[in-house]
């Protein structure tokens, strides 16, 4: 595995498996937990704030219940809240 470098306060904690295999996102996972290839997996920042990058806020989901969190959360439909507007002045 290659050794990558990631930017300050990101942390390189995907796993391999759907981390609602417990049910935490309120439904059940259809992968039962199994292990799944990366490509399968997203890292969903749990409060929705992408700028928000500890541990304690990531979590990995299928794309299945990564999609349909999105979809119960409203995540893309309203303005990122945790985005500021700078001005540049000339």
């Known amino acids: 595995m290659g050794r990558h470098l990631y930017r300050e306060g990101v ?13 935490r996102l309120g439904f059940a ?24 990058n500890t541990p304690d806020n990531l979590q990995t989901l ?12 409203g995540d893309g439909t309203k303005p990122n809240k945790y985005l500021s507007v700078v001005s540049i002045q000339h």
């Open 11 to 23: 942390y390189p904690i995907k796993k391999t498996y759907c981390e609602n295999v417990d049910g």
């Open 29 to 52: 996972c259809y992968t039962n937990g199994a292990m799944l290839p990366s490509a399968v997996l997203d890292l969903d920042h749990i409060n929705g704030n992408h700028f928000h």
């Open 62 to 73: 299928c794309k299945i219940c990564h999609a349909l969190k999105t979809k119960a959360n």
